[in-house]
């Protein structure tokens, strides 16, 4: 088998590296730059080492750079007991310590929600700097002004870069879990770019998820969270057809899903409900959407009555959005849903995509072809992701054969 590449390596190691740096130095924006430079100084090396174990390699002399910048800064003494400590393997199975350290800090109730979410992105995916401008919707400059204010920001309010317990983790445990979550969508519809997904992205929020259900394992909130990307991942290979093209829910070929990860999430759901959180009534949902024989055989009551919980507890645009699709599908309930879409794109703006495309959606079954092309040609036009704007393209091809 051949070595990996060193681009290789820097997509897989680049986020745990950080995390090490930033956890022994106690800043994130020293530890981006030495191991920006370890791989810097790796590309042009010629040691063997490098070959055997990159990792190693890479982590030592990122630490070496860090420890020559601190002493450059007069902060060594400070410093130097945490850098001389043994460090883990920076190679691991699971999200590890310090991933889930690095991800506990950038989750700080001193940033905003966007902040963390650009860093998470940034620091704990290894997501470049201009793909994070694109799934936030702002300039690439201005992306990374944001992230160097975020940094600092960590650096002036002492964040610690370790993994709360105890009180703390509780208080904490909501603001990550969000995050998680925000990583694995930006992951599971990339923002823009002709591939529908970012999988290094959805499969680092699952780990961390996985991490998370280990330092809480009591948590049912984490256990939903937990649940609802399992099922989701499982769900992953049926979003698209063999020529490439995307498939929705509705006709998606249920023998591609995988059935290690749908029973692992079912179970998890299951236990998870009772909580009655966010995350535990998106995994019940789910549930049953994935233990239906088909898409038109769900339990759609019962799917509506955790999407009126879901509302009640997490009153977003998203779940209303949501909730109207659901309801489109009880009996005489669509041309209602329609227009209680109509009003939540007044009063939430920035739901837009997610109405126009519920919009279209809902006009197609309807049989009202004209107004469904028109709708569907308005999702496609705000719509950045190639695959999915050709989605939309799809189906005004079909709305036009009628």
Known sequence: MAAPSLDDVFRREWPRLVAVIARTTGDLALAEDAVQEAFARAAAARDREILINPAAWLTTVAKRIAIDALRREARLVERLPMLAAEEPPAVSDAAGDDRLALLFAVCTPALEPDARLALALRFVCGVPTAEIAAVLLVSHPAMSARLTRAKRRIAEQHVRFTVPTGAELAARLPDVLATVHLLYTTGHTAAEG??????????????????????????????????????????????????????????????????????????????????????????????????????????????????????????????????????????????????????????????????????????????????????YAAARSIERNAAVRDFYGARIAELEQR
Do not use: K
């Not at 998820?209 to 280990?214: D, I, Q, V, Y």
């Not at 049912?220 to 829910?249: I, K, M, N, Q, W």
């Not at 998870?272 to 019940?284: D, I, P």
């Not at 977003?316 to 659901?326: I, M, T």
């Open 194 to 375: 002709a591939d529908l997904r970012r999988t290094g992205v959805t499969t680092t929020a699952v780990e961390l998820a996985r991490a998370l259900r280990g330092v809480a394992p009591a948590d049912l909130e984490v256990a939903g969270l937990l649940a609802l990307l399992l099922l989701t991942e499982a769900r992953a290979p049926g979003r698209v057809r063999p020529d490439g093209s995307v498939a929705s829910l509705e006709v998606a070929d249920r023998g591609t899903w995988d059935p290690a990860l749908l029973g692992e999430g079912l179970d998890l759901a299951t236990a998870a409900l009772a909580g009655g959180g966010r995350f535990s009534l998106e995994a019940g949902i789910s549930g049953l959407h994935t233990s239906a024989r088909d898409f038109a055989s769900a339990d759609w009551p019962a799917i509506c009555r955790l999407y009126d919980r879901l509302v009640e507890r997490w009153p977003s645009p998203a779940a209303e959005v949501a909730r109207l699709v659901a309801r489109s599908f009880l009996p005489g309930e669509g041309p209602v849903s329609l227009e209680a879409l109509a009003e939540l794109e007044m009063r939430a703006p920035a739901a837009a995509r997610h109405v126009a495309a519920a919009r279209a959606d809902l006009l197609r079954r309807m049989q009202r072809v004209e107004e469904a092309r028109a709708a």
